[in-house]
C-alpha cells in the first residue's frame, strides 16, 4: 500500500510540476507563438507571406516589409496600428547572417564542359564553403563559427549549414537606419548566385509573461535555384521561480526513493543469483561459458522479470531530467545578467539555453508517458484488469504478431518506394523516402489526394493508385487486426488461468508471512481492537465454498473484548482454552453443549469484559 500510494503521489506532482512549467495548464504559450509567427511571417501584410517566397526579390520583399514593420516600426506605424514590440522586447541585436560557396564547386559529368567564363557554385559543404571577404565593407567579411555565436542546423532540404558566415547586425535601438541599410544591401547584391543560406536570427521577450523565444528565420537557395523558407520558433524561460525549483525537488527525492528500491531489488537477485550459482556452478560454466556471461545473462533476465525493466529505465529518465534541469540552471544563471539583456549592439546568443529547453520538453513527454503506463504495475491486482493488461503485453510479443509485423512493413516499404519513384518528381509529400513512407501510412487510413495520382507526369499514377489502397487498406490492414484479435483472445483466456493460479499464490504466502511474522503487545492489542464485536452483535460470516475446508472448525459469531484478545495472539479465532471449548454466547442464551463436557457437570464458560 506505501508503495502505490508513494508513486501516484510521485506521478501526479511530476505531471502537475511539468505542465506548470511548460504549458501552465493554459494556452498561453500556444498564442504567443501564434502571434509571433503571425506578425513575422506576414499573414497580416500584403505582401507575399513567408511560406510562399520563392525568388530572391520575393525574399528582399520580405524583408523590408513585414520584418522591417515588425522589429523596425517608424513612428507612424506605432500610432496606427498594435505592434509586436507592444508586448515584446527584441533582446541583443538583430542579426542577418548568409553561408556562401566558392566558384567550381559544382560536379560536372565526365565528357560535359561548361561555357567559357560560365561560374559554377555547388551545394554547401565544410569543403565548399567560402571564405574569402566579397567587399569593403563590414557585412562583406567573413566570420568563423566561434566569433558569431551562431549554430548551425539541418534545413529542410537535407543539407547540414555550419554556424559562421557573414553576418549583418542590425541594433535594435536603430531604427532609423535599418531601412537605408536594407536598402543599401539589396543594391549592392548583397544576396547572389554564391548565396546558398540567408538567416534572420534574434530573440524577442514577452514582459507579460516572462517568455523568451528564440527566432530563426532561414531561407535556403539550393544550386537548383529558387528560395524555400522555414522557420524555428522556441519559448523558454530562465530558471529564476519556485515552480523550477518545487519541480528539483520533487525530481531529487523521487530520484532517491526509486534507487532505494532498485538497490534493494538489484541486492535480492544478487543472493539469488550467488545461492544458484553455488549450488550449479559445473552445469552454468558449461552452459554459458564463465561467471561474467552467467552474471550478464542473469541480470538480462532480472531486467525482464515483472517491471524491473522499466523501473530502470524511470532512474535513467529521472537522472537525465536532473543533470537537464543542472545545465538549464548554470545557463541561466549565465545570461541573467544585465549587459547581455541591456545590450542592444551585441547579439544575443540563446540557441544553447532554448535547445535545453527543447530537449528537457522532449524528456519530460517521454517520462510522463513511462510515468502514467507503470501504474498499470500496481492495478494489475484488480480481477478484471490484471489479466487484460497481461494479455495486451504477450499479445504485442507473440511470435505470430511479430512476425506479420515484419511482413507489414516489407510491403509498405516496397509500395513507399515504388510511390516515391512515381511521383517523387511531382508531389512534395512523396518527394524523399522518409516522407513517401509516412504518405503511405496516411494513404492506409484515408488520408490521400486523388488529384495527385492523376496530375502525375508518371502515367502509372492511377495503377499505383489502386495498387496502394488495395493492398494497404483493404489487405494489409483487415489482416493485421484479424491476426491481433485472434492472438489477443486466446491469450487473455490463458492469462485469466494464470492471473488465478498467481492471485492463489499470493494469499497463501500472505497467510504464510502473517503466521511468521513477529507479534508485538500493541500489534496484539490493536488488533483485538479492530476485531472487537460486541455481544449484542450478530456477525454473519459467509465462507466460499472453496475456502469451506479452511474454515472448518471455526465458531463463527460474536465475540469479546477478551476473546478478541486471544485471537489476535493466536492468529485465529480460539474454540479451545485450557481444554475446554469456547463458544461466543449472547447474554441471556443459552450455551450450545459441548462434546467434552455436559451442561449438568460443567458450568457455561463465557469470557467477559
Known amino acids: 500500500f506505501h508503495g502505490i500510494a508513494f508513486y501516484l503521489l510521485f506521478v501526479l506532482a511530476f505531471t502537475t510540476l511539468a505542465s506548470v512549467h511548460e504549458t501552465r495548464f493554459s494556452r498561453t504559450k500556444f498564442n504567443v507563438l501564434k502571434v509571433v509567427n503571425d506578425k513575422l511571417t506576414g499573414q497580416e501584410s500584403g505582401t507575399a507571406p513567408l511560406g510562399q517566397i520563392a525568388e530572391i526579390e520575393d525574399l528582399w520583399a520580405w524583408l523590408k516589409g513585414p520584418f522591417r514593420e515588425a522589429l523596425f516600426p517608424s513612428p507612424e506605424e506605432k500610432r496606427q496600428k498594435v505592434l509586436l514590440l507592444d508586448y515584446n522586447d527584441v533582446v541583443g541585436c538583430v542579426r542577418l547572417r548568409q553561408l556562401r560557396v566558392r566558384n567550381n564547386t559544382c560536379s560536372e559529368s565526365t565528357g560535359q564542359q561548361r561555357p567559357r567564363g560560365r561560374q559554377c557554385y555547388g551545394r554547401w559543404t565544410p569543403s565548399s564553403d567560402s571564405r574569402e571577404d566579397f567587399g569593403p565593407h563590414a557585412w562583406n567579411q567573413w566570420h568563423p563559427e566561434g566569433s558569431t555565436d551562431s ?4 534545413g529542410t532540404l537535407g543539407y547540414t549549414y555550419g554556424g559562421g558566415g557573414y553576418v549583418v547586425d542590425l541594433p535594435a535601438d536603430d531604427t532609423k537606419n535599418v531601412d537605408a541599410t536594407l536598402e543599401r544591401l539589396h543594391k549592392e547584391r548583397w544576396i547572389d548566385d554564391p548565396t546558398r543560406l540567408v538567416a534572420a536570427e534574434f530573440t524577442l521577450f514577452n514582459v507579460y509573461v516572462k517568455y523568451f523565444i528564440e527566432i530563426q528565420i532561414y531561407f535556403e537557395i539550393p544550386p537548383s535555384g529558387g528560395v524555400f523558407p522555414s522557420e524555428r520558433f522556441i519559448s523558454f524561460r530562465l530558471v529564476r521561480s519556485a515552480y523550477d525549483t518545487l519541480l528539483d525537488v520533487v525530481l531529487v527525492v ?19 543469483f550467488r545461492r544458484e550459482l553455488r549450488r550449479a556452478r559445473v ?7 564463465s561467471p561474467v556471461a552467467a552474471t550478464f545473462k542473469s541480470f538480462l533476465g532480472h531486467l525482464r522479470t515483472g517491471w524491473n525493466g522499466v523501473d530502470m529505465l524511470i532512474i535513467l529518465l529521472i537522472v537525465s531530467l536532473i543533470f537537464l534541469r543542472a545545465a538549464i540552471w548554470w545557463e541561466s544563471s549565465r545570461l541573467w545578467q544585465p549587459r547581455l539583456l541591456l545590450d542592444y549592439k551585441s547579439f544575443f546568443n540563446s540557441h544553447h539555453i532554448a535547445q535545453l529547453h527543447h530537449r528537457q520538453q522532449s524528456l519530460v513527454s517521454v517520462a510522463v508517458l513511462v510515468f502514467w503506463l507503470k501504474t498499470l504495475k500496481y492495478i494489475v491486482i484488480l480481477p478484471t484488469i490484471g489479466p487484460a493488461v497481461q494479455a495486451i503485453i504477450s499479445t504485442i510479443t507473440d511470435g505470430n504478431v511479430v512476425s506479420f509485423t515484419l511482413l507489414f512493413g516489407v510491403v509498405s516499404l516496397s509500395l513507399s518506394f515504388a510511390l516515391h519513384f512515381t511521383l517523387g518528381e511531382d508531389v512534395e509529400s512523396y518527394s524523399t523516402l522518409g516522407s513517401s513512407l509516412l504518405a503511405f501510412y496516411r494513404m492506409m487510413f484515408g488520408d490521400f489526394q486523388y488529384e495527385h495520382f492523376v496530375a502525375a507526369r508518371n502515367d ?4 499505383w493508385f489502386t495498387v496502394s489502397l488495395f493492398a494497404g487498406s483493404l489487405i494489409l490492414i483487415n489482416i493485421f487486426i484479424a ?13 485469466r488461468q494464470l492471473w488465478e493460479l498467481r492471485a492463489v499464490a499470493q494469499y497463501q504466502r500472505q497467510l504464510m508471512e502473517d503466521r511468521l511474522r513477529p507479534r508485538t503487545t500493541w500489534s496484539i492489542v490493536l488488533e483485538a481492537v479492530a476485531s472487537y464485536r460486541p455481544m449484542n452483535t450478530a456477525v454473519q460470516c459467509e465462507v466460499p465454498p472453496s475456502k469451506k475446508t479452511e474454515y472448518d472448525g471455526m465458531v463463527a459469531g460474536h465475540y469479546t473484548l477478551a476473546e478478541a484478545t486471544l485471537r489476535a495472539f493466536h492468529g485465529t479465532t480460539p474454540t479451545h482454552f485450557f481444554g475446554l471449548q469456547l463458544s461466543a454466547v449472547a447474554p441471556g ?20 469484559s
Open 151 to 154: 549554430a548551425g542546423f539541418t
Open 460 to 463: 502509372l499514377g492511377p495503377f
Open 283 to 289: 552445469v552454468m560454466r558449461q552452459e554459458m561459458g
Open 254 to 272: 523521487c530520484l532517491i526513493r526509486f534507487l532505494y528500491e532498485e538497490i534493494v531489488d538489484i541486492g535480492v537477485w544478487r543472493d539469488n
Open 483 to 495: 491476426v491481433v484479435g485472434q492472438v489477443y483472445e486466446t491469450q487473455l483466456k490463458d492469462c
Open 589 to 608: 442464551t443459552s450455551a450450545p453443549p459441548s462434546p467434552n463436557l455436559s451442561p449438568a457437570s460443567s458450568p457455561r464458560l463465557r469470557l467477559s
